[in-house]
């Protein structure tokens, strides 16, 4: 690019913990007038901390933050505003009720005919086609962020920031995004542009970060580097870690066994042609990003979301498209990823917690002192905390109503058992204990398909993986192929594998 | 925490307690335990859809049509048995169905249609109380005088006893047992709580929940119709403004007694508690020669404090929320 | 052109062509329906409920809702009505009414934004209050013998149309502005329909929640007024059971309940159906006993078809949103 553009931003060892987890541990980088900087990271490599630092969402522990070259002090989003630092979140932020134009100019201090006609003179120079007067409820996701970089350019932002754009667009709309980009590139503005696809990144950035456990693992410009460097320096830089507990791992003919679960190339909303198998006491993983379609496909064999082609044999069962309720009695049962919103019961007792899905098995009443000894039973086996059998279960720790969760998934006596994040919010003391529980399940004959997002995690545990990428399986990866730099390929669709794999 | 809907209990109760003694002490014919269980009849409308009226607030919906229930079961019933001619008990079956029937309206277009339930149960509302005035106005009995004539085993309904007890009393204890027995008892109830609490982790733990729900408002429905045939046989005439003042009455026993209007937690006993304070209030009041208008300030209040002191408690939940939200977001880590 | 498209394109629309094929069909039957004097008589029975609706609008559109209305209506009614019975001049009694109009939204308000409490039971514990003071104050009287001069006020006609009508309709037409297009008007419907978007705006919610309060508390009062002025006389059940036909006409007239949705013409169009279905039936020789049912099944229908109808909507949203995500055929990479 130009040798004297102008630099926008400038960030200088940032860093930021929350509750003394370090999230940020010395972050420098640098954009020019003209430049696309592509942030590359897995989840929770501190992406988004950083940009919610640029935007004055979050205050940096440490470091200096410099606009137009000016140091910046007692940041906040309303002075990043008036800076020109813009941020088009992921899921956009609308008022779905209003029309465009309404969305566009409420609580902004500006005459109406005036933005009125820089939206329009702005939609012309972008090349779009958007109607003022559409209600924001009847846009698509593409068109809900033209509106948010509209929003964001009629602020006369410098510098715009894009949060994994593309994660809900499809080709076309894409392409379109990526001529704005252009044109946004060529007038001189600089944008911070957040994703996991790596093709893209060669496509429309000039530049590259890759960001890692909170620090700048590698940063250039982009005909410096390929795709296979891009995927190192995502990858832990020492993978001999040492780690307390071990899992063993046997590699099994599985050829001459009968698969437990077998999905047979299923389709539905979020995926398409699924295929994989489950054996009896393995723990097989599903890698991917966060957004892939894992919990999707999760769902769709559970029972909450439909599968459109393709079968579900439980045991040679077909249970294709049951109920919850019949896809639990048939012996298969999930753990849900959001333990908040779909776990747990929050303002009833732990007891209550444990025995709500084998209720239907005791009868027509319930029965208090069954109810008791089951809940005592588990809350023993697992090592759950807690002072009485009444308390709260929002009154237990993460991890601890985790257990909770497991306990009544386990009550039901599945032979598979879906885990979709389960280790997520939870402390490592809870964390290795949730990792005793899968071990010992595993050794009890359970079969776990084990959805994580955590690349250590699904590395460690699993016997076979098999990688999500954008709603189909890019990959499985046996025993002896499984580790960091191969999941981490697989997930980013990348993987390559063994020849009998292409 | 645990504690607070017991607690809550308590408190009432001993507000039942203070309000027996201060009236008995302003007029010690307050204190006639035949007078006391004679009132029953003047509030077990308001007590008995009450009980269901919990069970729907429980799974978080709301049920305000159970008043115009009261008139049409009531008009149903008289049209039956005295302009038709059907056999009086049949009647009274196919009226109390009637009532069920417009549950189960309420509570498919709230469960499965997804509409608010303060919204289905207000057009509810006007639409039973409307086709009670057009079958009165269809048979053509004079409106304000309503049907009458009814066989004097019908009057026995309200007015009979059995081993010096009245009626009113044993039917508030009975439906009080059924519904303390399906919401506490029964896997049934729990899954009323346990859809109320979250309805997604229901639905995830394999719970129908639109059916769940569904039948709460069918419940509440029937019990509508209990109400009306007792409050018919109680005024001896089919009206259909009958129950038209209950809306509020019902929903102020039901929040009285501690059900959280969020859902997801109460209890039958508060609310019969809540529904014996307040009947109890009108004849205190009326004996004690201070208008019966006064009621509504009392429970007015009662309610506006009761919620603000159990509102407390779910600022708190929220607090707990945002309290773990970040938690989640920085332990994350991948 | 596209003006026009603009216009058939929203809700209110709906609701008005309704009212107008309502007149038309019933006009057809009988054509005294459209009446000039009719079509007047509509219009004034409904003022009082379009002045509730509006009111109600607003807190409809922060996601709230207000029950306490009836009650205020006939607290104001009463108080004012007793100061004009005893001779008290007819500002201190249109003041003091609208005084106790906004201290009641006030306090509704703020036990709604700042004790947490719903606003169905804050207002609903607020209806019973009311009711009870307006009870003590006049002491269980009817307030009757309201003077002359108060009462020819809702018969004033200018220019052969009823005065009260044209401020009214004048009212809402400006309300209607403030709304629409005014940058702090359209608070009150940003925050019902996404609060936390309103919060990041930096929109005081919370005062603006409470002055919705206020407003439907002022309308209340000023419909007391209108009250005591047609009817002459206010019985201690003066407006019972009238919020019930506010929310729905609100309703019927487009306002959603979910808060964020609606307008305030839309809900005095509303308010005019409700009333206009009475006295259609009676032009139609049809038994006024169907009056209820006609509206509960109306109101049953237009809502559920308008979830329906979002509900649909968003569905296919959500669904085009997941398939975008996924890679498509040949680009792909197989597994097995």
Request: glycine fraction near 10%; include cysteine; charged fraction near 15%.
């Amino acid at each position: 690019m130009g040798e004297k553009a102008k630099t926008l931003v400038k960030l200088e060892n940032i860093q930021k913990s929350f509750n003394r987890n370090k999230v940020l541990k010395g972050v420098s980088l640098d954009i020019r007038e003209g430049e696309v900087v592509s942030i590359i990271g897995g989840n929770g490599a501190g992406k988004s901390t950083l940009m919610k630092i640029l935007t004055g969402v979050y205050k940096a522990d440490a470091g200096a933050l410099e606009v137009n070259g000016e140091k910046i002090e007692g940041y906040n989003p309303s002075i990043a505003h008036e800076k020109g630092v813009y941020l088009v979140p992921q899921e956009p932020l609308l008022f779905p009720n209003m029309t465009v134009e309404q969305n566009l100019t409420i609580g902004f201090h500006k005459n109406k005919h005036d933005v009125r006609s820089e939206t329009k003179q702005l939609i012309e120079e972008l090349g779009w086609d958007m109607d003022l007067n559409r209600l924001a409820n009847s846009l698509t996701i593409a068109e809900q962020q033209q509106l948010e970089i509209i929003k964001g350019l009629l602020r006369n932002s410098k510098v715009l920031i894009l949060d994994e754009p593309t994660s809900a667009l499809t080709f076309s709309e894409t392409e379109s995004l990526f001529k704005v980009v252009e044109k946004l590139k060529a007038s001189g503005v600089g944008i911070f542009y957040i994703t996991h696809r790596l093709d893209e990144v060669f496509q429309i950035s000039t530049h590259a970060v890759i960001l890692r456990d909170g620090k700048v693992t590698l940063k250039g410009s982009i005909d410096e580097f390929t795709k296979d460097m891009l995927i190192q320096g995502l990858l832990p830089a020492n993978n001999e870690k040492e780690y307390s507990d071990q899992f063993e791992k046997k590699a099994r003919i599985l050829e001459n066994e009968e698969a437990v679960l077998k999905v047979q190339s299923i389709s539905g909303n979020g995926f398409r042609n699924i295929s994989f198998d489950v054996y009896k006491g393995e723990v097989v993983g599903l890698a991917g990003l966060v957004g892939a379609g894992r919990t999707e496909i999760a769902e769709a064999i559970y029972g909450i979301n439909r599968v459109t082609e393709g079968n579900v044999l439980l045991n040679g069962q077909d249970i294709t498209n049951l109920s919850v309720y019949e896809t639990i009695q048939s012996g298969l049962a999930y753990i849900p990823e959001d333990r908040f919103l779909h776990g747990i019961f929050s303002i009833t007792s732990v007891r209550n917690n444990i025995t709500a899905q084998i209720m239907k098995r005791q009868g027509f009443f319930t029965k208090r002192k069954k109810e008791k000894a089951l809940t005592k039973e588990y809350v023993e086996r697992l090592s759950i905390k807690l002072s009485s059998q009444e308390d709260e279960i929002k009154s237990l720790s993460g991890g601890n109503q985790q257990k909770a969760v497991i306990a009544r998934i386990l009550s039901t006596n599945p032979q598979v058992i879906i885990m979709d994040e389960p280790t997520r919010g939870i402390d490592a003391a809870a964390r290795s204990d949730i990792y005793q529980i899968i071990t010992e399940l595993k050794e009890q004959g359970f079969s776990i398909l084990l959805i994580s997002s955590d690349l250590e995690e699904i590395e460690r545990i699993s016997d076979r993986i098999y990688a999500i990428y954008r709603g189909t399986c890019s990959a499985c990866l046996g025993l002896d192929e499984i580790n960091a730099t191969n999941v981490m390929k697989a997930a980013f669709g990348t993987y390559e594998g063994r020849d009998s794999y292409v | 925490m645990l504690s607070k809907i017991p607690k809550w209990n308590l408190v009432l109760i001993l507000v039942l307690v203070v309000e027996i003694i201060v009236f008995g002490l302003m007029n010690p014919r307050f204190w006639n335990i035949t007078i006391l269980l004679n009132s029953f009849n003047d509030f077990i409308g308001i007590a008995i859809i009450g009980f269901f009226v919990t069970l729907v607030v429980i799974t978080g919906g709301i049920d305000i049509s159970g008043g115009s229930i009261i008139g049409l079961t009531s008009v149903v019933t008289g049209i039956l048995s005295q302009v038709v001619g059907l056999n009086i008990w049949l009647s009274i079956i196919l009226a109390i169905l009637a009532g069920g029937l417009c549950g189960l309206l309420n509570g498919v277009l709230i469960a499965y249609g997804g509409v608010q339930a303060m919204v289905i149960t207000l057009g509810g509302m006007l639409l039973y109380s409307g086709i009670a005035i057009v079958l009165v106005g269809l048979s053509g009995v004079s409106t304000y005088e309503g049907i009458s004539g009814f066989p004097m085993e019908f009057s026995q309904i309200a007015y009979g006893k059995v081993m010096g007890i009245p009626n009113s009393v044993i039917l508030f204890l009975l439906m009080f047992a059924i519904a303390y027995i399906l919401l506490h008892l029964t896997r049934y109830g729990r899954s009323i709580y346990l859809t109320g609490i979250n309805q997604h982790a229901a639905e995830y733990s394999g719970i129908n929940t639109k059916r769940i729900i569904t039948s709460t408002y069918v419940l509440s429905g029937l019990s509508a119709g209990v109400a009306g045939v007792m409050l018919t046989s109680y005024l001896g005439s089919a009206r259909a403004d009958f129950g038209s003042e209950y809306l509020m009455p019902i929903l102020t026993v039901v929040v009285l007694g501690g059900t959280l209007i969020t859902g997801g937690k109460g209890g039958v006993f508060g609310t019969a508690i809540a529904s014996i304070i307040v009947g109890f209030l009108q004849v205190g009041l009326q004996m004690g020669g201070v208008s019966t208008q006064y009621i509504g300030l009392a429970t007015g209040l009662l309610l506006i404090i009761s919620v603000a002191f159990l509102g407390i408690s779910s600022d708190f939940k929220s607090n707990m929320k945002r309290l773990i939200t970040p938690k989640k977001i920085v332990g994350g880590k991948g | 052109m596209s003006r026009l498209k603009w216009v058939t394109k929203q809700r209110e629309f709906r609701t008005f062509l309704f009212l107008v094929i309502l007149f038309v069909v019933v006009g057809l039957v009988n054509s005294d329906f459209l009446s000039v004097g009719n079509l007047h008589n509509s219009l004034k029975s409904s003022l009082l409920y379009i002045v509730l609706a509006v009111g109600m609008t607003f807190v409809l559109l922060t996601r709230n809702i207000d029950i306490s209305v009836g009650g205020v209506l006939g607290l104001s009614a009463a108080v004012s009505g007793m100061i004009l019975r005893d001779g008290g001049s007819m500002i201190v009694a249109i003041v003091v009414a609208i005084l106790i109009g906004a201290v009641i939204g006030l306090i509704n308000g703020l036990g709604v934004t700042r004790l947490r409490i719903s606003s169905f039971i804050m207002t609903l514990g607020m209806l019973e209050i009311t009711r009870v003071v307006q009870v003590i104050y006049t002491d269980g009287q009817w307030i009757e013998n309201l003077p002359a001069g108060f009462k020819k006020i809702s018969q004033m006609n200018i220019l052969g149309i009823n005065l009260l009508s044209i401020l009214v309709i004048a009212a809402v037409i400006l309300v209607h502005l403030y709304l629409t297009k005014s940058r702090k008007g359209r608070y009150f419907a940003a925050i019902g329909d996404n609060e936390d978007g309103a919060v990041l705006l930096g929109i005081p919610v919370k005062r603006y929640v409470t002055y919705s309060f206020v407003v439907s508390g002022v309308c209340s009062a000023l419909a007391g007024l209108i009250f005591a002025s047609q009817i002459g006389f206010i019985s201690t059940t003066a407006g019972s059971g009238i919020e019930m036909t506010v929310i729905a006409a609100a309703v019927l007239g487009g306002v959603s309940l979910n808060g964020g949705v609606g307008t305030v013409v839309g809900a005095t169009i509303g308010a005019v159906i409700m009333i206009s279905i009475n006295s259609a039936l009676v032009f139609m020789k049809v038994p006024a006993f169907w009056n209820a049912a006609i509206s509960g099944s109306l109101l049953i229908m237009i809502v559920v078809t308008d979830v329906l109808l979002a509900r649909k909507s968003s569905k296919q949203a959500k669904k085009e949103r997941l398939s975008a995500r996924v890679l498509q055929e040949g680009v792909e990479v197989h597994a097995k």
